[in-house]
């Protein structure tokens, strides 16, 4: 294996300072530098209402999270799930049903969520669990819907957990 003197073709002191950088290379803030500036935050109209949801968001996600974990019955869930996405989680919940140890903590928390606003009805949101040590992700895709009386509301269309 060739060394890093012999690729550059030339040797280097440990004595003299590098100055050169790369072409596109930003330097690093060293003392006496200028500061690198931060990359520019999005304020638009797509990041103002992720923000606003985001508390929403979570609420849903740590109900979900205590059904997935058993602590909550999901039938708690159908008004905010889609009938096939509900029949799913009842299905997939009673194939990995585990008998409880008993006097072992099992309260589930979320520990992150986070929101991408795919477009103004809808939004990807990813999670993550802790669950007696062990962590575990959830995503869902939550759609604005009308139901059958006409009023609009966030409504879960798709749900995976690993």
């Not at 974990?69 to 799913?88: F, I, L």
């Not at 040590?133 to 749900?159: F, P, Q, Y």
């Amino acid at each position: 294996m060739r060394s890093a003197v012999a690729l550059t073709r030339r040797s280097v002191s440990w004595d003299e300072p590098l100055l050169a950088t790369a072409p596109g290379q930003a330097p690093l803030p060293f003392p006496g530098m200028p500061a690198v500036l931060p990359v520019p935050v999005d304020r638009s109209d797509t990041e103002l209402s992720r923000r606003a949801m985001r508390q929403p968001v979570a609420r849903f996600m740590q109900a979900l999270t205590e059904v997935l974990s058993g602590e909550r019955p999901p039938r708690q869930m159908a008004a905010w799930m889609t009938p096939d996405v509900h029949a799913s989680l009842c299905s997939r919940l009673i194939a990995h049903a585990r008998v409880s140890r008993k006097g072992a903590s099992s309260t589930a928390r979320l520990v992150s969520v986070h929101v991408a606003m795919i477009h103004e009805n809808a939004m990807e949101v990813a999670g993550r669990m802790v669950h007696r040590g062990r962590s575990r992700a959830v995503a869902v895709r939550l759609e604005l819907l009308t139901n059958h009386r006409g009023r609009t509301h966030w409504t879960c269309t798709a749900l995976e957990w690993a």
